[in-house]
């Protein structure tokens, strides 16, 4: 069955064309929200919020595009909105003894892992800024009419997330070093 199939018996109530749905896209919605959020709680938060409006407002979706663009877009803006309704989130530093898995992990995932919680640790509109253009590869036109500032300040954020990231990535760098350059 095909995706407009799938979002026509959706939208008359149809629960496995729902669940279809959910299982195609669920693991795309759930990352850009993780990433958004840096938390595993409130991403799961923040994506079941998605995927709910996403089913009760099934009749906005005009197939313009794919019902996975669709989705993804909707996720990623009430992500925004509700961080920003939320304001600056505590600042929660996870300590994770990477080196204590390493005997069982490859290369690739230790450099996954610290890479996202390098992520985590970002200031929340250094984040946002980094994910958006990075990750979604969004302008920063795009990504000032999203979060309201001006493009500069969007370019001046991705600056300073980069610059950032790279602090948090060397390993040379110690925590205290590291934690007299927060902005």
């Not at 959910?22 to 919020?49: K, W």
């Not at 877009?73 to 989130?89: P, Y």
């Not at 954020?157 to 610059?163: D, I, N, S």
Request: aromatic share 6%; hydrophobic share 40%.
């Amino acid at each position: 069955m095909g995706e407009t199939e799938l979002v026509e018996r959706a939208r008359s109530g149809d629960q496995e064309a729902m669940g279809a749905l959910y299982r195609a896209h669920a693991s795309r919605v759930y990352t850009v929200v993780r990433r958004l959020a840096g938390d595993d709680a409130l991403a799961e938060d923040l994506a079941q919020d998605a995927w709910i409006r996403a089913f009760r407002k099934l009749e906005l979706f005009r197939g313009d595009s794919s019902f996975g663009t669709w989705m993804y877009r909707l996720a990623t803006n009430m992500a925004l909105n509700r961080l920003r309704r939320r304001g600056r989130r505590d600042e929660v530093e996870r300590e994770a003894d990477i080196f204590h898995a390493a005997g069982s992990l490859d290369e690739a995932v230790i450099n996954q892992r610290m890479l996202a919680q390098a992520l985590d640790r970002l200031p929340p509109g250094y984040r946002k800024v980094l994910v958006l253009h990075d990750v979604e590869g969004r302008t920063h036109e795009e990504i000032a009419e999203l979060l309201g500032v001006a493009p500069g300040t969007s370019k001046s954020q991705l600056h300073k997330a980069r610059g950032r990231m790279r602090e948090l990535l060397d390993p040379g760098e110690t925590e205290s070093e590291a934690s007299t350059r927060e902005v």
